[in-house]
């Protein structure tokens, strides 16, 4: 399996530090390729074209299984109509208030709830 690495040709201002292909997802998660866009297409998973191929931010997925609040988190940007680019852009957006400075980092905290808090805050 490749390792989700930093790559600067990839990376845009507010991109994660590492990337991982749909079928590093799918070894990592132990799933089929099909299960990893079904996935996607549920917003259980975030994916963006980077390169003209489709990668999922590493970070995103802790060890073998996806953050436990993304999908929530997802779903509450889409119905506040951000696109997977926009959502990218919310999740990886610097946030002194948050741990680790921005809602991707503190969703593998304690601080998860807060970032759902504030994403549904986004329709209001």
């Not at 259980?44 to 970070?59: S, T, Y």
């Amino acid at each position: 399996m490749t390792e989700s690495v930093p790559d600067p040709e990839l990376a845009g201002p507010t991109d994660p530090s590492g990337w991982l292909t749909l079928p590093d997802v799918a070894e990592r998660l132990d799933v089929s390729i099909s299960k990893v866009h079904q996935m996607i297409r549920d917003r259980e998973l975030l994916a963006v074209r980077r390169d003209g191929v489709r990668r999922i931010p590493g970070d995103l997925v802790a060890n073998a299984t996806v953050l436990k609040h993304l999908p929530g988190v997802l779903t509450l940007l889409a119905d506040n109509g951000y696109d997977d680019e926009a959502a990218l852009r919310w999740l990886y957006e610097r946030d002194d208030t948050l741990p680790g400075n921005t809602p991707a980092a503190a969703l593998s905290g304690d601080q998860a709830r807060e970032v759902k808090r504030r994403a549904q805050a986004l329709g209001f």
